[in-house]
């Protein structure tokens, strides 16, 4: 699984994290003499670490309160320095009896992959992470030359710290809004890539403190700017073959490739809570965003929720899609086994590849849109919930205890929440997802 093994030594504090149901990693820290414990006993957590809110609120439910107790174990396997003698490694939850529970969210993603594999069929996923730096300053001009050399000291220091820590970046630029930056996480399987995005965004954190900034990945960093995406690129093989390229449908999609567009895009609408899901969300998730707001596909289409990245001499990696929608504040084990999950059943009901949008949605008319099927995603807190709720996918991928979870926080997160001013929820939750 892990390809690189990079140097571990030295360290001497570990510190294992889980993503919770808001998208917040939460942590244990201990000395480095107690590694075998906090791999193989785990620290404790309390059942209520799956309802705290994005303001620490604890949403409890009937059988999600003050009473019970889980273990947060690390996969020492994942060991990571991340600087100044931490060692970080991502965690899972489990029961006292050593069984993985019910509410851990990188368990939710194993079960993911294992049942994907089980029909043959293999996914890649590499991470995009935006996030915009608060206290920079300098020139800036999307893409900007300027930009990205105003703030190369950064950039030096985090590729130093992506190094050290054997995480694959492969490219960064200065992004559309101000001191917004993007870089792309070289692809691996995908509970590695979830890994790999938590530890990105350490590093990124870290490395904007020591320069006297600090990073935010809130979707909305600022009102009436450009929003922090967390698309997600995704590939898939069976049997060692390709189902996005090679094929006789478009682009050279095979029948399996469609099949696997169209369950992303039929189980979209019912993970908005998820993928989208803070009070925020609906504020980046809108046409013109480059968000990927309106529920369709087209080759490259960077409106479209899911960019079809065709095989082409330009894209050594290989066939991809690209699902838009996601947000940093969704837990990145949840988005990804929700976007397996709908892949999956889209193959399992063998659906045919729908039509192609090739320009962007909003310039068509309304019956032009109706008649190719494109819709918005839903944003209203409501919509959100009642999808969640009701959708037999999120209720079989999640289980019932994490999807009353994931409910009732949400539920809290948007009654708290919805009615205040955006630009007050934008300062409010700014740093709530930085590591
Ligand atoms: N910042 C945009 C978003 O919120 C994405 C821009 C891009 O295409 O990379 O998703
Ligand atoms: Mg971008």
Redesign the pocket.
Known sequence: MTEERPDTGTADRIVGSIVDSTGISRAKAFPAHMLPWFAEVGAGASPSWAVFCVDDHLAFTPSLSVTGDLRLRIDRDRLRCVGDGIRWAPAGLYDQDGTRSSLCTRGVLERVVDALAGIGVQARIGH?V?FTLVGGHGEWAAYGLGAVLGQDEFVADLLRAAAGAGLGIEQIHA??GAQQF?LSLSPADPVGSADDLVLARILIGRTARAHGMRASFSPVPVTGG????A?VHVSFTRDGRPLLSGGDGPHGMTDAGGSVVAGILRALPDFGAVLTGSVLSHL?LRPG???GAWCCWGLEN?EAAVRLCALTRGNPHGAHLEV?PV?PSANPYLACAAILGAAQAGLVDALPVPAEVPVDPARLTDAERAALGVGLLPTGPDDRLTALASSRLAGDLFGPSLLEALLAVKSYEFDEYRARPPAELAERFRFAWTT
Do not use: Q
């Open positions: 995009e935006e992004e559309a993007e450009s929003g922090n995406g698309h980046r965003m480059w968000a960077r838009k947000d």
